[in-house]
């Protein structure tokens, strides 16, 4: 499985960013998707996951302002971020879970500004 991630940028806050991560290759072998992020400094965390059937769960964190979705056709998962803060601020990653293994995009850089 192959994860290509885009649409970071610098926004300010209270703006609005879409992610889209584009899947490949063996895609019907994945379970779920999902995003992470990391900020300078500190680990990966954990954002947002949709699974086959679009069940979604977010972290607390982010719960209210970003929407996570998937297009089935265009293998394609997304992350809405609405109302963004400089917290918000890290380099985020796609994540694809199979049922042996998982799989990271190269990650794309969002940069809120206060």
């Known amino acids: 499985v192959q994860l290509q991630a885009s649409g970071g940028g610098l926004v300010q806050a209270g703006g609005s960013l879409r992610l889209s991560c584009a899947a490949s290759?063996?895609?019907?072998?994945?379970?779920?998707l999902g995003w992470y992020r990391q900020a300078p400094g500190k680990q990966r965390e954990w954002v947002a996951t949709?699974?086959?059937?679009?069940?979604?769960n977010y972290a607390d964190s982010v719960k209210g302002r970003f929407t996570i979705s998937r297009d089935n056709a265009k293998n394609t998962v997304y992350l809405q971020m609405n109302s963004l803060k400089s917290e918000d601020t890290a380099v985020y990653y796609c994540?694809?879970?199979?049922?042996?293994?998982?799989?990271w995009g190269q990650g794309t850089q969002v940069t809120v500004s206060s």
């Open positions: 994540n694809a879970i199979l049922r042996f293994s998982e799989y």
């Open positions: 290759g063996s895609i019907f072998s994945i379970l779920s």
């Open positions: 949709i699974t086959t059937i679009s069940v979604t």
